[in-house]
C-alpha cells in the first residue's frame, strides 16, 4: 500500500520557471491539501480539495495553481518560480473525520 | 478562523524523563478533532495522537498521552520515558468537523531533542 506519493522530492529551478508537483494516493481519499514547511512557520495551507473537480485556496496561495481531475491526484503548479517559494512541500489526504496521511514532502529550491 | 498556537519554539529533556509539549488553539466551533504529528530528521510527518472534542477521556498511546482542557481551549502532550527516538519537531493540529470541516490547521511546531 503507497499511501501517499509526491513526485519529485527533490528539484531545483531557476527564477521564472515553471513546474508542477504530483500528489498521488491509492486510499480513495476526498480531502487533499497542499501546505508548504518553512523554518519557525510550521505548515502553512496552501490549496486544498473537498473531492474530485473541486479545488479551494488557503491561507498562501499566492503563485500556485492547483487541480484534481482525477480523485487520486492532486497537482500543485508553479508558474513562475520565484526564490520566496523555496521550500519543502507536502501533500496529505484523508477521508472525513479521520487524520490526514502525508506524502514524503518535496524540497523546491529556487535560484 | 482556527488558529493553533505552540509557545514552546523548543525544547529538550533527557532521557528516561517525561516532558511536556503545549498546543493552544482558538475556535467557536463545538466539535473538533487534535491531532499530534511527529516529525523526525526524516521528514515524515507521523500521526502521534488524536482527540475527538466530544470525549472528555484523555488519549493515550503506549507512552504519549494528552491533557485535553476543552474549557481552556488546551491540548497539550505528555511524552513519558523519552527515547532518543523521539526526537523530532512536533505540530499540533485542529480539524473542525462541521461547518469548515475540510481544513486542517497546523502549529509552528516544538522542536523537542531527547539528550543521551
Known amino acids: 500500500n503507497a499511501g501517499v506519493t509526491q513526485t519529485p522530492k527533490f528539484r531545483v529551478l531557476k527564477t521564472g520557471q515553471s513546474m508542477t508537483l504530483l500528489c498521488a494516493q491509492d486510499?480513495?481519499?476526498?480531502?487533499m491539501y497542499w501546505y508548504r514547511q518553512d523554518p519557525g512557520m510550521g505548515l502553512r495551507l496552501i490549496h486544498y480539495?473537498?473531492?474530485?473537480?473541486?479545488?479551494a485556496k488557503g491561507e498562501v496561495p499566492d503563485g500556485y495553481n492547483v487541480s484534481r481531475l482525477k480523485k487520486q491526484n492532486f497537482l500543485l503548479g508553479l508558474e513562475s518560480a520565484a526564490p520566496s517559494q523555496t521550500s519543502v512541500y507536502f501533500c496529505?489526504?484523508?477521508?472525513?473525520?479521520?487524520?490526514?496521511?502525508f506524502g514524503q514532502g518535496t524540497r523546491l529550491t529556487v535560484v | 478562523a482556527q488558529t493553533v498556537t505552540q509557545s514552546q519554539p523548543e525544547m529538550s529533556v533527557q532521557e528516561a524523563e517525561t516532558v511536556t509539549l503545549s498546543c493552544t488553539y482558538d475556535?467557536?466551533?463545538?466539535?473538533?478533532?487534535l491531532f499530534w504529528y511527529k516529525q523526525p530528521p526524516s521528514r515524515q510527518m507521523i500521526l502521534v495522537i488524536r482527540?475527538?472534542?466530544?470525549?472528555?477521556q484523555n488519549a493515550t498511546e503506549n507512552r504519549f498521552s494528552v491533557n485535553f482542557q476543552k474549557a481552556a481551549k488546551s491540548f497539550s502532550l505528555k511524552i513519558s520515558d523519552s527515547q532518543l527516538g523521539d526526537t523530532a519537531m512536533y505540530f499540533c493540529?485542529?480539524?473542525?468537523?462541521?461547518?469548515?470541516?475540510?481544513?486542517?490547521?497546523f502549529g509552528k511546531g516544538t522542536k523537542l531533542t531527547v539528550n543521551p
Open positions: 496529505a489526504s484523508r477521508r472525513e473525520l479521520t487524520e490526514a496521511f
Open positions: 486510499m480513495n481519499h476526498e480531502y
Open positions: 480539495s473537498v473531492g474530485e473537480g473541486t479545488t
Open positions: 475556535t467557536s466551533e463545538s466539535n473538533y478533532y
Open positions: 482527540q475527538e472534542a466530544y470525549k472528555q
Open positions: 493540529a485542529f480539524m473542525p468537523t462541521q461547518g469548515g470541516s475540510e481544513k486542517l490547521v
